[in-house]
């Protein structure tokens, strides 16, 4: 089937198998691997992009139902090659050990600063609260979340 | 006192850090190659059985699929996945790449290579495998009984070893003797990246293997005996790691991907799913500990005697070797009179042990301080006073290696993290009469800096050249496994040399152009591979010098390297800069700045770290909440302080799992991993405690600038502080782990006399060979 989706502010057209799952289509045939996959259930958020403005697991989702909608990978967080206040912070901060984690958990954080600009501490720990890290422990996380809103969020 | 540092100790990014965010750096299961196949395994669905015909017909007609391979076509040379050195002493060959006898649920034991991962995934369903069942042995008490199922011809005890040093003497009056029997389970390391690996055989003969592993010089090794071929034609090179853990030390994925290379001619890539990696690569083994010591009523330490059956699962593997890392560990953290440690290590037909984070100290340590906190529940002592009256002290020997524990800090750990805890205040607290029970736990634990034993090469060869701009690369066998050791070796040379550390390029390991390193294992990164790099700077400094001497006809002696530069002591505008004695002593006198070191390994103090856990369990339901934690680590020296409170905060998020909640449980015929982390709990960040890190710093050792250790060490009492915060909330002996709701819910209808407790802990679930405290 053809798919028509905005990608990364991009109009992307191309066909795909209709039961292929939107990780396997950003990985495998768009070759945007920045979307990494952990556990393929839903439980691990390493997949985590953001579709019209909500987290959701690639690895959920059909790639037919992003159908006409806005998808957002982690390559689409920069502009023009310069990382934005959630990136740097996340590398600034010490958010970032073995990094595998870190693409799912800056979507994650992108669509909480989307619908909350300003979230409180705990406000960031629930709405991260699907993306597992075994690294850090989540404070420097947390901490990078809080400091990229400070900054005025992650579209800067 | 503290030296004042230029480099050392300010907090630095990852490695990589901006191209991890950015989603542009390629780990393993990224990489594509010209070509390039997917492979995909079939595992035994039983735990144990006779693998007999095997129907490719089907698989073999879908459309893509290159082959099928099992034990009928592969060579059946047995293998031991944890061979980092030729000839390895202790190394048990009993693994193949392709079973003929499954030995546990998830044993490999055919593969299919294809065009698309679709495909190979499709056929690998499509495959019959006759099995002729064999009953399965779970437990390894079970299966050290008379007349148990052998899971290998030989039988099924393993490895065997008995350490004691002291005598053991009469008791004085009023000694008390405890004994607490423990089970700590398997754990899933649960790095976030799933293995993977990717192979290559040329034209040429050459294989090439993409992996992100510990120890590319190991994975060479292995790979290379197995399929008979030279060294210098097997090339591994280290990709990036999405966490390890342990969990890709040892070399499951490279022997069976470079052997399809070479059957198909293609790059093959293997990347497992999640139940696979908790069911096929390697699990924490689960062992279960017998305590017994003797007390003087003050509460010092007479004697300490330890008994562990350690199940080692389908394949040997480390766990000869992590049973014998327990026995080392109590010795270095607690003054005891006589100590003896005896182990066992059984087959059994589950997931086969490996190593984890720690390599046995949160095992034994969880283990040993359970039981501390029992004998101060009995004498009536605050569990912080019992540690203080026996834990080491700097300087002393190690009775059962004989070396000393160095600048051992432990007792600064636990009196500074006890007060700026509020140990005393939290812990005079009543627990509460109420649903919801409060309370505050500690734990010690010690480990090691190294592998200084003798057994294994301790060594590091590095290559460091100055560029005729002064920028420099270092040429080192760097293993990056997400706790920045990249950066680690960078900030030291920068000290050392006194340039910026972003002057610095380095790579990771690649077997065939960089120099040997034994690995990243043993906690070994920054206490011996770091004095390493300093030792190369410090001779590429001396170089300068000399070079620097002979451009401007002047002694040596009389010259320092400042800021960059070299030049006459204490005398400013003397100097000439890197740059222009890289390039004039070129120009001039045919020398290049370029330096190798090798470095080995001259001490290993231990490495410590004391935690406090404040815990709320809901007498209700049986759940527990960590509600704030304080980890005190002997770090000695934080070379990048903002990874070291990483590495401490990461540490505690797995310790509170293996407390709590997580557990590769099998069902009851051999099953683990079914559903992936649906079924296995990670702690996440809306679970996650506060965390206070508490650095003591000091010289004193021979780390690079006194640091030490500390991935492993931070995660080594965890487990413990938080069991005896739950015990204490509840009064409870519970000695099983993980306190899972269910199990509080058991305990808490059963709360009896404390010593009649510690006395008879749980001796019902411990049977045969000195398991019991009976």
């Known amino acids: 089937m053809q798919l028509s989706t905005v990608l990364n502010g991009r109009q992307v057209s191309l066909d795909i198998a209709p039961d292929a799952r939107l990780i396997d289509v950003l990985r495998n045939e768009l070759e945007l691997t920045g979307t990494k996959e952990g556990c393929a259930e839903g439980e691990c958020g390493a997949c985590t992009v953001v579709i019209d403005g909500v987290a959701v697991n690639a690895c959920l989702v059909l790639a037919a139902q992003v159908q006409g909608k806005s998808v957002l990978t982690v390559e689409g967080l920069a502009s023009a090659g310069h990382a934005n206040a959630l990136q740097r912070k996340f590398v600034e901060l010490g958010a970032i050990q073995c990094g595998f984690c870190t693409p799912g958990m800056l979507m994650s954080a992108t669509a909480l600063l989307a619908r909350n600009s300003k979230p409180s501490h705990d406000e960031i720990r629930r709405a991260l609260a699907g993306n597992l890290c075994r690294c850090t422990g989540y404070a420097a996380i947390i901490e990078a979340v809080a400091a990229a809103a400070d900054e005025g969020g992650s579209a800067q | ?774």
């Open chain 2, 1 to 774: 006192m503290a030296t004042a540092f230029k480099y050392v100790g300010r907090s630095y990014p990852a490695p990589d850090a901006l191209r991890k965010a950015s989603g542009e750096l390629l780990y393993g299961s990224d990489l594509r190659l010209p070509g390039m196949l997917y492979a995909r395994l079939v595992l035994s669905p039983h735990a144990h059985a006779a693998v007999g015909a095997i129907d490719t017909k089907a698989a073999l007609s879908v459309p893509g699929v290159v082959g099928v391979y099992s034990y009928h076509d592969a060579p059946s040379t047995p293998y031991c996945r944890y061979r980092i050195v030729p000839g390895q002493a202790g190394c048990i060959d009993d693994e193949m790449l392709f079973a003929s006898t499954a030995r546990f649920v998830g044993d490999r034991v055919a593969a299919v290579v294809a065009s698309s991962l679709e495909a190979a995934s499709e056929a690998a369903r499509l495959i019959e495998v006759v099995y002729t069942q064999l009953p399965p042995v779970f437990g390894a008490d079970a299966a050290l009984e008379s007349g148990a199922t052998r899971v290998h011809p030989g039988g099924n005890l393993v490895h065997q070893f008995d350490h004691a040093t002291g005598e053991p003497a009469a008791l004085p009056a009023g000694a008390v003797t405890t004994c607490t029997a423990v089970h700590t389970q398997m754990l899933h390391h649960a790095a976030i990246e799933p293995h993977t690996c990717l192979a290559n055989f040329d034209a040429s003969g050459k294989l090439t293997i993409y992996s992100p592993c510990q120890s590319v010089y190991g994975a060479r090794t292995v790979v290379a005996d197995l399929l008979g071929l030279a060294y210098n034609r097997v090339r591994v090179v280290k990709v990036p790691t999405g966490g390890s853990f342990g969990g890709k030390q040892e070399f499951i994925l490279e022997p069976v991907t470079a052997y399809l290379a070479m059957q198909t001619g293609r790059p093959v890539s293997l990347t497992l799913d999640r139940e696979e990696c908790i069911r096929a690569t390697t699990v924490r083994p689960e062992q279960r500990s017998v305590v017994r010591s003797a007390v003087r009523a003050d509460g010092v330490l007479l004697s300490l005697e330890v008994d562990t059956l350690l199940a080692a699962g389908a394949y040997a593997g480390s766990s000869p070797d992590y049973a014998q890392a327990m026995a080392h560990k109590l010795t270095r953290l607690y003054r005891v009179g006589r100590y003896r440690h005896r182990g066992r290590v059984a087959y059994t037909n589950a997931p086969v042990a490996g190593g984890m984070r720690g390599w046995g100290a949160p095992d034994v340590a969880t283990c040993a301080e359970i039981h501390m906190d029992q004998i101060a529940r009995r004498l009536g002592l605050d569990p912080f006073d019992l540690r203080l009256r026996n834990l080491v002290h700097p300087g002393d020997i190690d009775p059962i290696t004989g070396r000393s524990v160095g600048e051992a800090r432990v007792r600064e750990c636990l009196e500074r993290g006890a007060e700026a805890f509020g140990w005393r205040e939290r812990a005079a607290m009543p627990a509460g009469p109420g649903r919801i029970r409060r309370a505050v736990g500690l734990a010690c634990g010690a480990h090691k800096n190294g592998i200084l034993s003798g057994a294994f090469p301790d060594v590091c060869t590095m290559t460091l050249k100055m560029n005729e701009d002064g920028s420099l690369d270092l040429n080192a066998s760097i293993h990056e496994v997400g706790a920045a050791s990249v950066v680690t070796l960078k900030t030291i040379i920068a000290e050392e040399l006194d340039v910026a550390p972003e002057t610095i390029s380095a790579r990771e390991a690649d077997s065939e152009t960089s120099p040997y390193d034994f690995g990243c294992f043993g906690s070994r990164m920054t206490y011996v591979c770091g004095a390493g790099a300093r030792a190369l700077a410090a001779k590429l400094r001396d170089r300068l010098i000399a070079a620097a001497a002979e451009l401007l006809q002047i002694s040596p002696m009389i010259l320092e390297a400042v800021n960059g530069r070299v030049r006459r002591i204490g005398v400013a505008g003397s100097d000439l800069s890197y740059p222009e004695i890289v390039r004039g002593s070129r120009m001039r006198h045919a020398r290049d700045m370029i330096v190798t070191h090798t470095y080995k390994g001259t001490s290993n103090p231990g490495s410590y770290c004391v935690q406090f856990a404040q815990v709320e369990v809901d007498v209700l339901t049986g759940l527990t909440r960590v509600i704030r934690m304080l980890t005190a680590v002997d770090i000695g020296r934080a070379i990048n302080r903002g990874m070291v409170e990483g590495q401490c905060r990461g540490a505690i998020q797995a310790g509170i799992g293996s407390a709590l909640c997580e557990e590769v449980v099998l069902d009851g015929a051999g099953r683990a991993g079914t559903g992936g982390f649906k079924n296995y709990h990670l702690v996440n960040a809306a679970d996650m405690p506060p965390v206070t890190v508490l650095l003591v710093e000091h010289d004193g050792d021979d780390g690079p600038y006194g640091a030490k250790s500390v991935g492993e060490i931070a995660t080594v009492p965890t487990a413990a502080a938080i069991v005896n915060a739950v015990n204490r909330a509840l009064g409870t002996a519970m000695t099983t782990l993980p306190l899972t709701p269910e199990r509080i819910v058991a305990a808490l209808g059963k709360v009896a006399e404390v010593a009649e407790v510690a006395e008879v802990a749980e001796v019902a679930e411990v049977g045969g060979w000195d398991a019991s405290c009976s």
